[in-house]
């Protein structure tokens, strides 16, 4: 069984802040078909398993980002929680048009070098010993470019960003 953080970029104006509509809005967008064509046009992004280290890895920015009141956070934990009723469900995220922007800038102005000069060590540890430094270092670089990517385009479009958590 795997984890997955999903991202999809929408108009705010689309989105309705419930439980139930926003488990139909991204389950319909899981659809491989669905989220591949989604993917390609760069209004949906995920990443499988390594989300939090993801995290871990933009937290290395919370001392290079005073001042802006813990943007690091906003790539992948932050937003408005919306969760099941029952908590018996994986929670959504919903990033207003003007905290995607604040995302988009963060990995824009914290340089991915800076970020794992910081939690690299840290991060290739957690992988365990057969992992080399530079694999594990290559997959946090290109989570952090698409990440940066997929922010900056919902930033340009002026959209909203829901995260979902699904295993």
């Known amino acids: 069984m795997s984890f997955h953080m999903h991202l999809r970029a929408v108009p705010d104006s689309e989105v309705r802040l419930e439980y139930a509509w ?23 992004e995920s990443i499988e398993k390594d989300f939090s280290a993801v995290n871990d890895l933009c937290e290395a920015g919370s001392k290079l980002s005073e001042g802006r009141g813990g943007v690091w956070e906003l790539p992948v934990f932050g937003g408005d929680l919306i969760c099941h009723s029952a908590d018996e469900q994986p929670p959504f995220l919903h990033l207003p048009p003007d905290a995607v922007r604040q995302a988009a800038a963060f990995l824009r102005d914290v340089s991915f070098d800076v970020l794992w000069g910081t939690a690299g060590p840290k991060l290739h540890a957690s992988f365990g010993p057969g992992w ?8 946090h670089a290109r989570h952090h470019a698409d990440l940066s990517a997929f922010y900056q385009r919902a930033a340009t479009a002026g959209e909203a960003v829901v995260k979902a958590f699904w295993y």
């Open 132 to 139: 080399a430094e530079a694999d594990v270092r290559e997959i």
């Open 22 to 44: 926003l488990h139909a809005f991204m389950g319909a967008a899981w659809d491989w078909d669905v989220h591949q064509a989604e993917y390609e046009a760069g209004v949906a």
